[in-house]
DNA sequence: GGACCATATATCGGGACCCGATATATGGTC
DNA sequence: GACCATATATCGGGTCCCGATATATGGTCC
């Protein structure tokens, strides 16, 4: 159980960010992604089922069920608690990223 | 000169915003980087200089001058016109990325 | 019937990039 | 003299992205 992920890539923020509302297989996860991001997001194959085996092992997702649809497999992945406070603290730390340049610092935390 | 980088590292990010309010030579980007997001950010020298490379090589930042203090050298980068838009947009990208964790999406561009 | 595309998973290899280690040099502190 | 901050530069290992490729099904189009 890895407990905390110092960098989170943009790939994995968006995978993680998919999967907050409901378990989804592979292909959704890319397509959900596209749409979150109105279509700036357009994740590899390659670097999706990369990301999902890193994140598995990380303990961020867990495989939720398989499905079998027309013959075609789905593999429905699902986000754990350790993954939301992780996409929750990556947001953060993305927000505090943007006003570093957008201005308005206004730091309230610590 | 290349016009748009479609992908934007979160080192070169916190390198261009460094450059915003004026020229500084490598050693004072990394401070300066690390003042700016309360510590977060560690810039090692061997990503600085790299990406310096790669922005100069993209016309984000330029040699400004060059300044010899005690012995030592020290080389001022600035950031262009291009740098300066580049960075606006990645902050703006930053900021919708949060965003979709977040919760308020609130799209109005398109 | 055949071409093509969307769906769906999986792997491989090239390339980009981060980053610690290492090297070199100066001046101040202990 | 040892050590540290300043300051630049390079190299190599490792991580990760991503296009290409492979395999398989079912629908659309001609």
Do not use: C, N, W
Request: proline share 2%.
């Amino acid at each position: 159980m890895v407990s905390s992920m110092t960098k989170m890539t943009e790939a994995t923020y968006f995978i993680l960010a998919a999967l907050l509302e409901a378990p989804l297989h592979g292909y959704g996860i890319i397509k959900r992604a596209g749409d979150q991001s109105a279509g700036r997001v357009k994740l590899a194959v390659g670097t999706l089922y990369g990301a999902l085996d890193r994140l598995t092992e990380a303990g961020l997702v867990v495989l939720d069920r398989e499905e079998v649809v027309d013959g075609r497999p789905r593999r429905y992945y699902r986000i754990t608690e350790d993954g939301v406070v992780a996409v929750r603290q990556e947001a953060v730390r993305l927000q505090q990223a943007a006003r570093v340049v957008t201005g308005q610092i206004a730091v309230m935390g610590a």
